[in-house]
């Protein structure tokens, strides 16, 4: 198969069947919370793309250079922590001397690089054993997959507000019931979790 729609197909996958936000729950929360607030979604989308995309490549860089060899899990979890932190230090760095980024963009950078689906791609590409391609994928399935998960659930805010709702399950309890029944749709398509 061509080494480019593989990566195709992984970032397809993991964007709409196997949703890394929706139906393994990495990511919930930052959704939600950028959901309210949609105006920067794209600076959001880029920028978790970047971090799910360098972590994973440094992550298998590692791999391959036989740094993670005969190891736990949670030595390993461990290991792509402190990549995934080097390269938020870089970026960081990058951002305040080049860019002359803000306070607030700063802030914003911080909650797109320590957040569970950033984590959590390392580890999937890691026990999927993918390659280089095939990571980067995931990456941009999983960036793909934050974005579809904030429109979906932008766009069912308002009218999780209707009078029709008892008032006991207006605001955050509809959206959660709206969450579990994307997740649930989403998992029907897969039929198996591929990533777990």
């Known amino acids: 198969m061509n080494p480019f729609v593989s990566m195709l197909i ?15 729950a990495y990511g919930v929360s ?6 309210r607030t949609p105006k920067h979604i794209l600076m959001y989308a880029v920028s978790v793309l970047f971090y ?3 972590t994973s490549l440094a992550c298998i860089a590692a791999d391959k250079a036989g740094l993670t ?6 030595v390993h979890v461990a290991i792509y922590t402190v990549i995934l932190c080097v390269i938020y230090l870089f970026s960081c760095v990058f951002c305040i001397l080049v860019l002359k980024a803000d306070k607030k963009f700063m802030n914003s950078l911080g909650i797109c690089a320590f957040n569970s689906l950033v984590l959590c791609v390392p ?9 280089i391609l095939e990571a980067a994928g995931t990456a941009v399935g999983a960036a793909g997959a934050f974005v579809l998960s904030v429109v979906l659930i ?18 955050t309890p509809a959206l959660f019931i709206y969450v579990s ?5 989403l998992s029907c398509l897969s039929g198996e979790a591929l990533f777990i």
């Open 10 to 24: 992984t970032a397809l996958y993991a964007m709409l069947v196997q949703n890394l936000v929706l139906s393994s």
């Open 30 to 35: 930052e959704t939600v919370r950028i959901a």
């Open 52 to 54: 799910c995309f360098s």
């Open 69 to 74: 060899e005969n190891i736990s899990t949670p």
């Open 123 to 131: 580890i999937i590409n890691f026990k999927a054993n993918h390659t």
């Open 154 to 171: 932008n766009g069912a805010m308002r009218f999780l507000q209707s009078r029709d709702i008892p008032e006991v399950f207006k605001g």
């Open 181 to 185: 029944l994307l997740s649930l749709t």
